[in-house]
């Protein structure tokens, strides 16, 4: 089995029903009426390359597509729930776009770790829906982050590797050590709307206080 497209007239899927099917390269669920996908549907589809989930699904189940072959994921607007580990070690996954309308709020949970894309170490660009307002824990525990050490370098130079073509980063971390006191140094944090205000390092302490930090 290499390519799956489902007709309009099918309104549910069963649990692991394309699970371990190794060489299906193509999924095509858009035009379906399916709301739910269950736990471990495509588990296993290293090859699964093309993914086009049901356009009013409102559910993926936990290990819907655990180690699943996706490059380039689209979330729906109707999706409300993404269970633990639904995207889990998909190691070829490189954009992960949700609809700028899609409605969760939350994406994961703040109280224990759900690894929806953890290990998908190849992903590249993130674009993120306008009603999400917090990320769990280990949401994108071990994936493909880039992470670049300036070493030593100046307050301006971190902030325009946030705006300068071949960087642009999403965002700088510097540990000061200027001519102040100690408690006038630590941290600063930048993006390309410029540097964090009291609010935005005080919403980040909160958050901090209450999740658990591993080396």
């Known amino acids: 089995?290499?390519?799956?497209?489902?007709?309009?007239?099918?309104?549910?899927?069963?649990?692991?029903?394309?699970?371990?099917?190794?060489?299906?390269?193509?999924?095509?669920?858009?035009?379906?009426?399916?709301?739910?996908?269950?736990?471990?549907?495509?588990?296993?589809?290293?090859?699964?390359?093309?993914?086009?989930?049901?356009?009013e699904v409102e559910t993926i189940g936990e290990f819907a597509f655990y180690k699943a072959g996706v490059v380039d994921l689209y979330i729906p607007e109707s999706v409300t729930t993404i269970g633990e580990s639904a995207f889990e070690f998909c190691t070829s996954m490189?954009?992960?776009?949700?609809?700028?309308?899609?409605?969760?709020?939350?994406?994961?949970?703040?109280?224990?770790?759900?690894?929806?894309?953890?290990?998908?170490?190849?992903?590249?660009?993130i674009v993120l829906s306008n009603n999400?307002?917090?990320?769990?824990?280990?949401?994108?525990?071990?994936?493909?982050?880039?992470?670049?050490?300036?070493?030593?370098?100046?307050?301006?130079?971190?902030?325009?590797?946030t705006i300068t073509e071949g960087f642009k980063f999403d965002g700088s971390v510097m540990v000061t050590a200027s001519h102040l006191p100690f408690n006038r140094n630590g941290f600063k944090f930048f993006t390309a709307g410029g540097g964090l205000e009291k609010g935005d390092i005080k919403e980040i302490l909160t958050y901090a206080e209450g999740?658990?930090?591993?080396g």
């Not at 994406?107 to 690894?115: A, F, K, P, V, Y």
């Open 132 to 161: 999400l307002t917090a990320i769990g824990s280990y949401v994108f525990a071990e994936s493909g982050v880039k992470v670049v050490d300036f070493g030593m370098a100046s307050t301006p130079a971190m902030f325009m590797s």
């Open 1 to 55: 089995l290499k390519s799956i497209v489902l007709p309009e007239t099918v309104t549910s899927i069963g649990e692991d029903a394309f699970s371990h099917c190794r060489s299906l390269v193509t999924a095509d669920l858009e035009a379906t009426q399916i709301k739910d996908i269950p736990a471990n549907t495509f588990t296993n589809t290293l090859a699964l390359a093309n993914l086009k989930l049901p356009a």
């Open 94 to 125: 490189k954009t992960l776009t949700f609809s700028p309308d899609n409605k969760i709020e939350v994406l994961g949970s703040l109280s224990e770790d759900t690894n929806i894309f953890g290990g998908a170490t190849n992903l590249e660009t």
């Open 211 to 214: 999740s658990e930090v591993t």
